[in-house]
């Protein structure tokens, strides 16, 4: 540019002209006007840009730092399946819902470790470090966390499946009755009458498999759509947990923050959804387990209506309704888990 600058101010041998030539001079002025301003654009984009981007790489790491070292990982017939083990006492399965992984397990448990009880969570199949095999189906999982109780030399235990996970808890009980000591099903997502209760429009599906399978737009939902994230992905009605206690608030933005990496997490979820729509067959009124059905009324899932149809046919099961509270059951999570203590207690 400097050069043409001087070209177009120099002297025309030819003819002595040497002023400079209006015509390329003007091309040149805007020709530089156009490169700042395109520079300032580009400056101003950058600026602006880059601590969205040095957040999400925060965030991104302090994810990745908070399921690191907590679990462990051991071979079954189906791959390599990931655990963790907390607290003390009486033994518990916390089969985790879509989203989760160990660390959903443990987190949704802790209320259960207060009271003096030791969980065992697993990955499912397609969660953290959990393989995906070619059969990812709910009762392959469950004969995957029988070798897991093998393993841990645990012979008959209780079992808790939450959301999607109760697929798996109720195949165990099925398949597995003698390590079944108690089941216990919370905020059912399964589709007993035929019709899945969270059919989506193609448009909604793309959104969210877009959003199941990048850690960047995940992470930016949460920055911009939070409430919306809360409606869909926790199938909880935002009013509902605006108006909840400050730790019940804390405890749903933890649930959903934690979702985190969920490029870690993708295959599992989109399985889920499958399994969730279209389960396999399954009779419930064979199930011998002492069973506890958990569930609230306006949870966006459907799984009011899911618990009683279950309750209905396991033989000796007790349904619990919650009037409000969501899929996250918002507001009850101190009562729940009391109730999952008695229910225990008791059998």
């Known amino acids: 540019m400097h050069e043409l600058a001087q070209r177009a101010g120099s002297c025309n041998q030819q003819n002595g ?6 015509i390329l001079m003007r091309f040149l002025h805007h020709a530089a006007a156009r490169h700042w301003r395109a ?4 400056a101003v984009i950058g600026s602006a840009t880059l601590p ?29 399946l990931e655990y963790a083990v907390s607290g003390r006492g009486p033994a518990v399965l916390m089969i985790h ?49 029988v070798e897991l109780l093998d393993k841990l030399g645990v012979q008959k235990i209780a079992v808790a499946g939450g959301s999607a996970g109760a697929l798996s808890a ?12 108690a089941l216990i099903l919370v905020v059912p997502a399964a589709n007993v009458r035929g019709s899945d209760p969270v059919a989506m429009t193609p448009v909604q599906e793309f959104l969210v498999r877009q959003m199941a399978s990048s850690d960047f737009l995940f992470w930016t939902g949460l920055k911009l759509r939070h409430a919306d994230m809360v409606g869909t992905l926790l199938a909880t009605d935002p009013a509902v947990v605006a108006r909840g206690s400050p730790a019940e608030q804390l405890r749903v933005n933890r649930i959903l923050r934690e979702i985190l990496p ?11 959804a499958r399994l969730a729509g279209h389960p396999a067959r399954m009779e419930f009124r064979d199930i011998r387990a002492p069973t506890l059905v958990i569930s609230v009324e306006d949870d966006r899932f459907g799984t009011a209506s899911t ?22 059951w918002v507001g009850h999570d101190e009562e729940l888990w009391s109730e999952v203590d008695r229910f225990l207690g008791s059998t």
């Open 17 to 22: 002209d040497c002023g400079p030539n209006p």
């Open 39 to 42: 520079g300032i654009i580009a």
């Open 52 to 80: 969205i981007l040095l957040a999400c790489h925060r965030d991104m790491h302090e994810a990745e730092l908070r399921i690191s070292g907590r679990s462990f990982v051991m071979p079954t017939a189906s791959g390599r």
């Open 97 to 145: 819902g879509t989203g989760g992984g160990f660390d959903q397990g443990l987190a949704f448990t802790e209320g259960l470790v207060r009271r003096g009880y030791q969980v065992i969570a697993p990955s499912r199949f397609g969660y953290l470090r959990s393989d995906y095999p070619d059969d990812p189906s709910s009762e392959r999982q469950a004969d995957a966390l």
């Open 170 to 181: 109720a195949q165990l009980a099925l398949r597995h009755p003698e390590r079944c000591a």
């Open 262 to 272: 969920v490029s870690a997490r993708t295959r599992g979820m989109l399985n889920d």
């Open 307 to 328: 618990a009683r149809d279950i309750a209905a046919a396991v033989p000796h099961s007790r349904l619990v309704i919650y009037p409000t509270g969501g899929h996250v």
